[in-house]
């Protein structure tokens, strides 16, 4: 058992250093500019959705930051407040006297 325990581990340590070594000299490639990043033209059809939208189209955009009502509320403490009175609320609906449990 100790054999199959030595020949397993001493296997993955030489990969493991391989690894490391090809990660190592992908990055001095990298950082020595030998790759050369360049553009091309998108030569696949586009998404059924948008074969009709033409470049320079203006398109709708969705941002996900809070809005000023949402940061007045955290701000001025009324969402916690939110939050602990429906968890007191919770937790005073529980009167059958059973051990408590904390999640």
Known sequence: MAILFLTTWVILLILAVRLIAR????????????????????????????TE???????????????????NKV???MLQ???KDRIEELDDDDDDGGSPVSV
Do not use: C, Y
């Open 53 to 71: 939208i033409k470049p320079g189209d203006e398109l709708l955009v969705v941002k996900f930051t809070p809005d000023d009502e949402f940061n």
């Open 75 to 77: 701000v001025d403490g």
């Open 23 to 50: 990660g190592w000299s992908a990055a001095t490639d990298l950082g020595a500019g030998k790759f050369v990043e360049s553009s091309r033209t998108v030569t696949r059809p586009p998404h059924p959705e948008m």
């Open 81 to 83: 407040q939110s939050l």
